[in-house]
Protein backbone atom coordinates (compact mmCIF):
# COMPACT_ATOMS: atom_id res chain seq x y z
CA UNK A 1 0.00 0.00 0.00
CA UNK A 2 0.81 3.55 -1.06
CA UNK A 3 0.95 6.21 1.75
CA UNK A 4 1.49 9.67 -0.85
CA UNK A 5 2.16 10.03 -4.47
CA UNK A 6 4.39 12.77 -4.76
CA UNK A 7 4.72 14.40 -7.95
CA UNK A 8 8.27 15.92 -9.16
CA UNK A 9 10.17 17.67 -11.57
CA UNK A 10 13.65 17.33 -10.36
CA UNK A 11 14.69 21.04 -11.65
CA UNK A 12 11.92 22.84 -9.05
CA UNK A 13 14.05 23.46 -5.92
CA UNK A 14 10.71 24.09 -4.07
CA UNK A 15 9.82 20.08 -5.15
CA UNK A 16 13.44 19.25 -3.71
CA UNK A 17 12.70 20.93 -0.58
CA UNK A 18 9.45 19.38 0.05
CA UNK A 19 11.24 16.00 -0.87
CA UNK A 20 13.73 15.81 1.67
CA UNK A 21 10.99 16.73 4.26
CA UNK A 22 8.95 14.18 3.31
CA UNK A 23 11.97 11.68 3.62
CA UNK A 24 12.55 12.77 6.95
CA UNK A 25 8.77 12.07 7.73
CA UNK A 26 9.00 8.55 5.64
CA UNK A 27 12.18 7.69 7.97
CA UNK A 28 10.08 8.38 11.30
CA UNK A 29 6.88 7.07 10.17
CA UNK A 30 7.77 4.32 7.15
CA UNK A 31 5.78 5.61 5.01
CA UNK A 32 5.52 4.36 1.37
CA UNK A 33 5.81 7.34 -1.08
CA UNK A 34 5.75 6.72 -5.09
CA UNK A 35 7.52 9.28 -7.04
CA UNK A 36 5.23 10.38 -9.79
CA UNK A 37 6.20 12.66 -12.61
CA UNK A 38 4.76 15.98 -13.49
CA UNK A 39 6.67 18.44 -16.16
CA UNK A 40 7.10 22.01 -16.11
CA UNK A 41 8.10 22.46 -19.60
CA UNK A 42 4.98 20.38 -20.82
CA UNK A 43 2.49 22.25 -18.36
CA UNK A 44 4.09 25.57 -19.69
CA UNK A 45 4.27 24.57 -23.30
CA UNK A 46 1.28 27.15 -23.98
CA UNK A 47 3.51 29.42 -22.86
CA UNK A 48 6.09 32.16 -24.44
CA UNK A 49 8.90 31.86 -22.27
CA UNK A 50 10.97 34.86 -23.34
CA UNK A 51 7.58 37.32 -23.02
CA UNK A 52 6.36 35.54 -19.42
CA UNK A 53 9.33 34.26 -17.62
CA UNK A 54 12.66 35.23 -16.15
CA UNK A 55 15.83 34.53 -18.19
CA UNK A 56 17.24 30.31 -18.39
CA UNK A 57 13.51 29.38 -17.50
CA UNK A 58 13.19 27.85 -20.35
CA UNK A 59 16.79 25.98 -20.48
CA UNK A 60 15.47 24.91 -17.03
CA UNK A 61 12.18 23.38 -17.47
CA UNK A 62 13.14 21.70 -20.87
CA UNK A 63 16.39 19.75 -19.14
CA UNK A 64 13.61 18.82 -16.29
CA UNK A 65 11.54 17.59 -18.94
CA UNK A 66 14.66 15.51 -20.53
CA UNK A 67 15.49 14.14 -16.74
CA UNK A 68 11.82 12.91 -16.27
CA UNK A 69 12.56 11.12 -19.32
CA UNK A 70 15.58 9.66 -18.04
CA UNK A 71 13.32 8.59 -14.89
CA UNK A 72 10.39 7.17 -16.98
CA UNK A 73 13.16 4.72 -18.43
CA UNK A 74 14.52 3.91 -15.43
CA UNK A 75 11.04 2.98 -13.86
CA UNK A 76 10.22 0.84 -16.92
CA UNK A 77 13.54 -0.73 -16.52
CA UNK A 78 13.91 -0.71 -12.81
CA UNK A 79 11.00 0.07 -11.03
CA UNK A 80 9.77 2.79 -8.68
CA UNK A 81 12.40 2.04 -6.23
CA UNK A 82 15.00 3.11 -8.38
CA UNK A 83 13.05 6.25 -9.39
CA UNK A 84 13.15 7.11 -5.44
CA UNK A 85 17.19 7.18 -5.25
CA UNK A 86 17.48 8.81 -8.73
CA UNK A 87 15.71 11.32 -7.95
CA UNK A 88 17.61 12.27 -4.07
CA UNK A 89 21.08 11.58 -6.53
CA UNK A 90 19.57 13.86 -9.02
CA UNK A 91 18.40 16.46 -6.38
CA UNK A 92 21.82 16.43 -4.31
CA UNK A 93 23.63 16.98 -7.89
CA UNK A 94 21.64 19.78 -8.95
CA UNK A 95 20.71 21.60 -5.42
CA UNK A 96 22.93 20.55 -2.67
CA UNK A 97 26.19 22.47 -4.04
CA UNK A 98 27.75 25.82 -4.98
CA UNK A 99 25.85 27.46 -7.53
CA UNK A 100 27.87 26.95 -11.15
CA UNK A 101 27.50 29.85 -13.97
CA UNK A 102 25.82 28.81 -16.91
CA UNK A 103 24.75 25.21 -15.30
CA UNK A 104 20.96 25.27 -16.12
CA UNK A 105 20.82 23.81 -19.12
CA UNK A 106 23.20 21.26 -18.49
CA UNK A 107 21.52 19.28 -16.00
CA UNK A 108 19.25 17.89 -18.91
CA UNK A 109 22.31 16.20 -20.90
CA UNK A 110 24.19 13.21 -20.69
CA UNK A 111 27.63 14.70 -19.57
CA UNK A 112 25.48 15.86 -16.40
CA UNK A 113 23.52 12.80 -15.50
CA UNK A 114 26.90 9.90 -16.46
CA UNK A 115 28.16 10.03 -12.66
CA UNK A 116 24.80 10.24 -11.37
CA UNK A 117 23.99 6.85 -12.81
CA UNK A 118 27.33 5.63 -12.05
CA UNK A 119 26.87 6.56 -8.51
CA UNK A 120 23.56 4.07 -8.63
CA UNK A 121 24.84 1.32 -10.21
CA UNK A 122 22.28 2.28 -12.71
CA UNK A 123 23.17 1.74 -16.72
CA UNK A 124 24.95 4.59 -18.39
CA UNK A 125 22.81 3.78 -21.35
CA UNK A 126 19.69 5.14 -19.18
CA UNK A 127 21.37 8.44 -21.01
CA UNK A 128 19.78 7.39 -24.07
CA UNK A 129 16.33 8.68 -23.10
CA UNK A 130 17.47 12.23 -22.06
CA UNK A 131 16.82 13.52 -25.80
CA UNK A 132 13.75 10.56 -26.75
CA UNK A 133 10.46 12.34 -26.86
CA UNK A 134 8.88 9.15 -26.97
CA UNK A 135 8.61 9.11 -23.15
CA UNK A 136 6.43 12.34 -23.34
CA UNK A 137 3.62 10.95 -23.54
CA UNK A 138 4.01 8.98 -20.23
CA UNK A 139 5.22 12.19 -18.42
CA UNK A 140 2.22 14.27 -19.77
CA UNK A 141 -0.64 11.52 -18.62
CA UNK A 142 1.26 11.54 -15.55
CA UNK A 143 1.81 15.83 -15.25
CA UNK A 144 -2.53 15.76 -16.49
CA UNK A 145 -3.20 12.78 -13.54
CA UNK A 146 -1.94 15.79 -11.03
CA UNK A 147 -3.58 18.51 -12.42
CA UNK A 148 -6.51 16.48 -12.26
CA UNK A 149 -6.15 15.60 -8.40
CA UNK A 150 -5.71 19.71 -7.88
CA UNK A 151 -6.84 21.71 -10.28
CA UNK A 152 -4.70 23.37 -13.07
CA UNK A 153 -3.89 27.18 -11.15
CA UNK A 154 -0.45 25.65 -9.44
CA UNK A 155 2.67 24.05 -9.89
CA UNK A 156 4.98 21.72 -8.17
CA UNK A 157 5.67 19.58 -5.99
CA UNK A 158 1.58 17.83 -6.14
CA UNK A 159 0.84 15.59 -3.23
CA UNK A 160 -2.00 13.01 -2.69
CA UNK A 161 -2.26 11.33 0.45
CA UNK A 162 -3.67 7.74 0.57
CA UNK A 163 -3.98 7.33 -3.08
CA UNK A 164 -5.83 6.53 -4.92
CA UNK A 165 -8.89 7.90 -3.74
CA UNK A 166 -7.09 10.35 -1.30
CA UNK A 167 -6.78 14.23 -1.46
CA UNK A 168 -4.43 15.90 -3.43
CA UNK A 169 -2.75 19.50 -2.96
CA UNK A 170 -0.34 21.72 -4.83
CA UNK A 171 2.77 21.65 -2.21
CA UNK A 172 2.90 21.99 0.90
CA UNK A 173 5.86 24.87 0.20
CA UNK A 174 8.80 24.89 2.15
CA UNK A 175 11.91 27.34 2.15
CA UNK A 176 13.54 25.65 5.13
CA UNK A 177 14.04 22.41 6.31
CA UNK A 178 12.53 21.71 9.69
CA UNK A 179 14.44 19.88 12.47
CA UNK A 180 14.18 16.31 12.59
CA UNK A 181 12.10 16.74 15.83
CA UNK A 182 9.39 19.41 14.10
CA UNK A 183 9.38 17.06 10.76
CA UNK A 184 6.77 14.58 11.84
CA UNK A 185 5.03 17.31 13.67
CA UNK A 186 4.76 19.34 11.01
CA UNK A 187 3.44 17.07 8.83
CA UNK A 188 0.98 15.95 10.74
CA UNK A 189 -0.57 19.34 10.89
CA UNK A 190 -0.75 19.34 6.71
CA UNK A 191 -2.73 15.73 7.29
CA UNK A 192 -5.19 17.23 9.42
CA UNK A 193 -5.93 19.45 7.15
CA UNK A 194 -6.06 17.39 3.98
CA UNK A 195 -8.49 14.61 5.84
CA UNK A 196 -10.56 17.35 6.01
CA UNK A 197 -13.53 17.44 3.68
CA UNK A 198 -14.50 20.54 2.96
CA UNK A 199 -10.67 22.15 3.33
CA UNK A 200 -9.72 23.18 0.06
CA UNK A 201 -6.50 26.12 0.56
CA UNK A 202 -4.51 27.64 2.74
CA UNK A 203 -2.13 29.88 0.42
CA UNK A 204 0.44 32.69 0.23
CA UNK A 205 2.28 34.16 -2.94
CA UNK A 206 5.53 35.13 -0.87
CA UNK A 207 8.18 32.89 -0.57
CA UNK A 208 11.56 32.84 0.79
CA UNK A 209 14.17 31.31 -1.97
CA UNK A 210 14.61 27.96 -0.55
CA UNK A 211 18.19 27.43 1.67
CA UNK A 212 19.92 25.60 -0.82
CA UNK A 213 23.59 26.23 -1.75
CA UNK A 214 23.01 26.04 -5.39
CA UNK A 215 20.33 28.96 -4.82
CA UNK A 216 23.40 30.60 -2.75
CA UNK A 217 21.77 30.36 0.19
CA UNK A 218 23.26 28.50 3.40
CA UNK A 219 21.56 26.87 5.90
CA UNK A 220 21.78 29.90 8.63
CA UNK A 221 20.67 32.35 6.09
CA UNK A 222 17.15 33.31 5.64
CA UNK A 223 16.83 33.86 1.53
CA UNK A 224 15.06 37.04 -0.43
CA UNK A 225 11.58 36.88 -0.12
CA UNK A 226 10.04 36.65 -3.85
CA UNK A 227 6.39 37.09 -4.81
CA UNK A 228 5.39 33.94 -6.79
CA UNK A 229 1.98 33.66 -8.86
CA UNK A 230 0.06 30.19 -9.56
CA UNK A 231 2.95 28.23 -8.30
CA UNK A 232 5.38 30.16 -10.59
CA UNK A 233 7.86 33.25 -11.64
CA UNK A 234 5.57 34.14 -14.58
CA UNK A 235 5.83 37.52 -15.06
CA UNK A 236 3.26 38.31 -17.14
CA UNK A 237 -0.41 36.60 -17.48
Known amino acids: MTDVHFYFDPVCP ?4 TSKWVRQVQAARDYSVQWRFISLRLLNSHIDYDAHFPPEY ?4 TAGLHLLRMAAATRAAHGHDAVDT ?12 DPVPGDTARRGTAEFVAP ?5 GLPA ?15 QAETDEALALTGKDVGTPILQFEPPDGVAFFGPVISRLPAPDEAAQLWDHV ?3 ARFPG ?8 RELPRLRALGVAEDEVGVQQDWHAG ?3 QKR
Open 232 to 234: SRR
Open 86 to 97: LYAALGEAIFER
Open 116 to 120: VLAGL
Open 125 to 139: GLADALDDPGWDGQI
Open 199 to 206: FAELKRSL
Open 58 to 61: EAGH
Open 14 to 17: FAWM
Open 191 to 193: IAL
